[in-house]
């Protein structure tokens, strides 16, 4: 247990001592205060949303009734208009029977009234203080690019394009016809023909060794692999010596 702390005894503690009351600084108050005061009285209206303190109840015998609330028209009690009565009757309305009448003849001419495109009216300018006007076509101010110096001249730089696009054109042709002579069949000799058939025949020799050597059983997928493509090497190389052969002996019937 925590042992209570007290003061030590003295015997001047027994003389009553005057309270001691602190003063307390004076509230802080802006100096604004009376201006800001000022303006909120300035921008406050009085019953703003809430409605007039005390309204006037409406009567029992004036409710509202039907168009009471549409504006109306003031009555006119100066000047009425006069009411004109037509005395004189309408021709009447012609009959089936009759003939329209004929012969009337007219200098207007109805097709240029009708296609006419209405003028608009040219640009002017009012160049003084009494009202003076002219053309503004006329008068300097419109730039006429007809009158330039190089006015219909191709543009330099429209040049230089032009000049790039088929420089560039140029090029890709000439790339197309290197890749198509490089690409081109080649027509051989009959020597070299020959020498072409007895490498493949030497070639097929070469595989056909390599194939007469395998191990009969082929129980394992690299030797069946390497079977397999043995006989497609060798079956390929069997179709070019035969093509060989076949147009070989063309040459030779129409020589």
Not at 69 to 77: S, V
Request: charged content about 35%; hydrophobic content about 30%.
């Amino acid at each position: 247990m925590s042992k209570a702390v007290h003061p030590p005894e003295s015997v001047y503690n027994l003389i009553p001592k005057e309270e001691v009351h602190c003063q307390k600084p004076p509230r802080y108050i802006s100096k604004y205060r009376p201006k800001v005061i000022l303006e909120k009285k300035a921008a406050k209206d009085a019953m703003r949303t809430m409605g007039p303190a005390k309204v006037e109840m409406p009567s029992p015998d004036k409710y509202l009734k039907k168009h009471s609330k549409e504006p109306k028209l003031p009555k006119n009690t100066q000047g009425l208009r006069e009411v004109r009565t037509c005395t004189v009757r309408k021709p009447a309305v012609p009959a089936r029977t009759d003939n329209p009448p004929m012969g009337f003849h007219t200098k207007r001419d109805f097709i240029k009234t009708v296609t006419a495109v209405p003028v608009k009216p040219r640009p002017t300018l009012v160049d003084t203080s009494k009202g003076h006007k002219q053309l503004l076509e006329n008068s300097g101010l419109l730039p006429k690019y007809i009158r330039k110096m190089h006015y219909g001249e191709v543009p330099e730089y429209l040049r230089q394009r032009n000049e790039e696009e088929q420089r560039a054109q140029q090029e890709y042709d000439n790339f197309v016809k290197e890749q198509r002579e490089q690409r081109a069949m080649k027509h051989l000799s009959d020597k070299e023909q020959q020498s072409a058939l007895e490498n493949l025949k030497k070639k097929w020799d070469q595989l056909h060794h390599e194939y007469q050597g395998l191990s009969l059983v082929t129980d394992t997928l690299s030797k069946k692999s390497r079977k397999e493509h043995l006989e497609a090497a060798m079956k390929q190389l069997e179709n070019d010596i035969s093509l060989f052969e076949r147009l070989k002996t063309i040459y030779i019937a129409n020589n």
